[in-house]
């Protein structure tokens, strides 16, 4: 089934880079930040933005770059590189994670940083886009080493963060320990408690109930309000979900207790499939026992690669980055691709799933769960009053509904596909808010 | 917090709702015959028909709403068309009269 001739405009073009002021990737790898220009160009194009605007919008308010020695624990020092990009605070101040990974780069951290903006925004929350990060590699350090350098890291970059100025909040390999360190080390420095600097937090220090559920829920309420869109019912559709961490997990929990049928799941290690369906509980405790879902009884073994092209409804790449490629895009055979995950969809396997009628719900309004809880997070923090999670639940789904109709309309009247509709939405509001704030001086 | 859960079912349902209940040990439950008509309704004349239906009316504590949702839903079943509607009302207080406790201890 088609989507009725809609272009995808910026899948189209980014699989085809028009030339641009935008970076040269300096590798065989694509470079992130040259990505995120371009998606920025073709959404400045639609909305007609002029070139101010456009090179406003394309240039990172702040990017701080700091050293970060770190007394290792065999007594030597070692100094790791850590960035924090404030992409844009035009419309709060700037939000997003901080992750530890050696393949963390300045560009790396400016192209996600750009992409919180356009997030932030799509979900209409009153915040910018940042993003940081170290280079280094986490699974080789111990606590007391990660505990040291995530203090000195913040003691660096203390000066441009702040619960007015830009909030961090965990990402990759980076989880609510990172955070209270985090916390504690502003605090310390501020000389009282500032529970509002960071998200992600353990509820014991103000964390918000309901976080570790939200990324998953967003995800699950897109994917109902695309069902109703596109006039099919919930009982019973074939839900296939890559990756069962915590938005995979929980993903395949909530949608079950709605009635869908959970036939595939996986890990890093392989992934099970059965016609049947599973319990969600039942595999979790199977992967929490021995580290992996494959060898859970009543299912067949696939690869991460074969999950993704099985006979399904709804597929949820909730792993990694990268996943649908234009090497096996056609053969996706799910209506709908929720991205539960950042970027799982490269840009050419985009425009093969969407002229071949499939509806994805991009990473930006798909996976924004997390953010919107993060952003009733510090608004508790803020208060020093704080919400049951049912409150945080529906608080969530009405924004989570809020933002899919406004990309939906978008997607309607300009014929155009969701994640173009999505930066439209994103883009368009950020430019406004740059326009009403004007340039100062 | 206090919900009030009001449930809108096909009489049927009136005694598994009333097990489910008592299973969960919540306090109790008013029931008010209704009739109404909604989209799914059979159409006479171009006007859609008032069906019989019951209304339940049960106050409790937010942390059991979703559950309870939950619950009815399961013995509703899923897919069939018309089987009726919850809305769920926030209740600033309830008072037990006879021993005047006010609040969640006045619903459970």
Redesign the interface.
């Known amino acids: 089934m088609k989507t009725n001739g809609r272009k995808g405009a910026l899948s189209a073009a980014v699989a085809s880079p028009r030339p641009s002021s935008a970076p040269s990737a300096p590798s065989e790898r694509p470079n992130p930040w040259a990505i995120a220009c371009q998606q920025l160009k073709v959404a400045a194009d639609l909305l007609d933005l002029d070139e101010g605007t456009r090179q406003t919008l394309g240039t990172p308010r702040k990017c701080l770059t700091v050293a970060v020695p770190v007394r290792m624990d065999g007594g030597k020092t070692r100094v790791f590189t850590g960035h924090r990009v404030q992409h844009s605070t035009t419309r709060g101040p700037a939000k997003g994670g901080i992750r530890y990974h050696p393949d963390v780069t300045l560009d790396e951290v400016k192209a996600l940083a750009m992409w919180m903006t356009w997030k932030t925004s799509v979900m209409g929350l009153p915040y910018g886009g940042g993003k940081g990060g170290i280079t280094c590699d986490p699974k080789s350090m111990s606590q007391g080493e990660l505990e040291r350098m995530t203090r000195r890291y913040t003691s660096e970059i203390l000066p441009i963060i702040g619960p007015e100025k830009d909030i961090p909040a965990p990402d990759v390999n980076t989880n609510a320990q990172t955070m209270a360190w985090l916390m504690d080390t502003y605090s310390v420095n501020k000389g009282y408690t500032v529970p509002g600097v960071v998200t992600g937090k353990p509820i014991q220090i103000g964390g918000s109930l309901g976080r570790d559920k939200a990324t998953a829920r967003g995800l699950m309420y897109t994917v109902l309000y695309a069902l109703k869109h596109l006039k099919l ?4 559709l074939r839900v296939a979900i890559q990756g069962y961490g915590n938005a995979g997990y929980f993903a395949a929990k909530l949608m079950s ?1 709605l ?1 869908f049928k959970i036939v595939a799941c996986s890990t890093s290690k392989g992934g099970i499939y059965t016609t049947k369906g599973f319990d969600a509980d039942a595999v979790n405790t199977h992967y929490q026992k021995t580290g992996s879902v494959t060898g859970w009884k009543g299912a067949d073994a696939v690869t991460n690669e074969e999950l993704l092209e099985l006979d399904c409804d709804i597929l949820l790449p909730c792993a990694l980055e990268g996943q649908i490629t234009a090497r096996n895009a056609a053969r996706v055979k799910a209506r709908i691709v929720g991205e539960g995950a950042n970027g799982p969809t490269t840009p050419e396997a985009d425009q093969v799933l969407f002229e071949n009628g499939k509806f994805v719900i991009p990473d930006i309004l798909a996976n924004a769960g997390g953010v919107t809880v993060s952003y009733f997070e510090w608004v508790q923090s803020l208060q020093s009053y704080f919400w ?1 999670e ?1 409150e945080v639940n529906l608080r969530l789904r009405d924004l989570m509904e809020r933002a899919f109709e406004s990309v939906y309309s978008v997607h309607q009247e300009r014929k155009l596909d969701m994640r173009t509709a999505a930066y439209l939405v994103a883009v368009g509001r950020v430019a406004e808010a740059h326009a009403l704030r004007g340039l100062y001086p | ?1 206090l919900r009030k859960i009001e449930a809108f079912l096909t009489p049927s349902k009136l005694e598994p709702l009333r097990e489910l209940l008592l299973k969960r040990q919540v306090e109790g439950m008013s029931v008010l015959q209704a009739q109404g008509w909604g989209t799914r309704s059979k159409v006479k004349n171009g006007k859609p028909q008032f069906e019989e239906r019951v209304k339940v009316e049960i106050v409790i504590d ?2 059991q ?2 559950s309870l949702i ?1 619950g009815i839903q399961d013995l509703a079943g ?2 069939n068309l018309g089987s009726g509607k919850i809305f769920v009302i926030p209740v600033e207080d309830a008072v037990r009269l006879s021993t005047r406790e006010s609040g969640k201890s006045a619903v459970s």
Do not use: I, K, L
């Open positions: 019912p919930a009982t019973g207790e009635g049951t049912r | 917090m937010e942390d709403v979703d939950r899923s897919g």
